[in-house]
T-cell receptor, first 112, second 120 residues
Framework: GAGVSQSPRYKVAKRGQDVALRCDPISGHVSLFWYQQALGQGPEFLTYFQNEAQLDKSGLPSDRFFAERPEGSVSTLKIQRTQQEDSAVYLC??????????FGSGTRLTVV | AQTVTQSQPEMSVQEAETVTLSCTYDTSESDYYLFWYKQPPSRQMILVIRQEAYKQQNATENRFSVNFQKAAKSFSLKISDSQLGDAAMYFCAYRSAGMRSGGSNYKLTFGKGTLLTVNP
């Protein structure tokens, strides 16, 4: 597609529920990033893929967070047993050459 | 680890006037990239301007320009002839340029942002 597409745009989850957030990057973009943006803060790095390989997951806050990109295109960020502190906007970005990033519009997750 | 600091949580400017947003960063690296991103209510991060650290010339994109002071580790954004559509959150970001294994140097480190209001 023409841009990075993320779905759903909004997600409300009850505490303890599992959620899956989808990112569809620009076709052909090798690199894919996930960021977490808490209210009133800047985005913080979660994880990075180069094709299907997850090369850096140092930003994942706990083992409840899991990301995958099995075929090197679409990526899913999964959060198990959601907690209130997981409420944030989750941004996905893709890049062809690792210095020009295109961001999606994010998924706003609210845990109640 | 690199850090990015934006000391102005909010700024306002009159339409058609000029405003400068501040950013400082901390790094031990000599080669890196700096960015300014705009985030409107739609939430999508939009690249405003980019600066390579090895370039002494300040980057310019139409009404947007930067004042890059490498020794002082300062990277301010100047918006000239401000327009109503410039109102948004602005984030300063840092990215390493060196090639290291694992690709972790490609991640962006963001500041906390500055909310810019443009008054008609």
């Amino acid at each position: 597609g023409a841009g990075v597409s993320q779905s759903p745009r909004y997600k409300v989850a009850k505490r303890g529920q599992d959620v899956a957030l989808r990112c569809d990057p620009i076709s052909g973009h090798v690199s894919l990033f996930w960021y977490q943006q808490a209210l009133g803060q800047g985005p913080e790095f979660l994880t990075y893929f180069q094709n299907e390989a997850q090369l850096d997951k140092s930003g994942l806050p706990s083992d409840r967070f899991f990301a995958e990109r099995p075929e090197g295109s679409v990526s899913t960020l999964k959060i198990q047993r959601t907690q209130q502190e997981d409420s944030a906007v989750y941004l996905c970005a893709s890049s062809a050459r690792n210095y020009g990033y295109t961001f999606g519009s994010g998924t706003r997750l609210t845990v109640v | 680890a690199q850090t990015v600091t934006q000391s102005q949580p909010e700024m306002s400017v009159q339409e058609a006037e000029t405003v400068t947003l501040s950013c400082t960063y901390d790094t031990s690296e000599s080669d890196y990239y700096l960015f300014w991103y705009k985030q409107p209510p739609s939430r999508q991060m939009i690249l405003v301007i980019r600066q390579e650290a090895y370039k002494q010339q300040n980057a310019t994109e139409n009404r947007f320009s930067v004042n890059f002071q490498k020794a002082a580790k300062s990277f301010s954004l100047k918006i000239s002839d401000s327009q109503l559509g410039d109102a948004a959150m602005y984030f300063c970001a840092y990215r390493s340029a060196g090639m290291r294994s694992g690709g972790s140097n490609y991640k962006l480190t963001f500041g906390k942002g500055t909310l810019l209001t443009v008054n008609p």
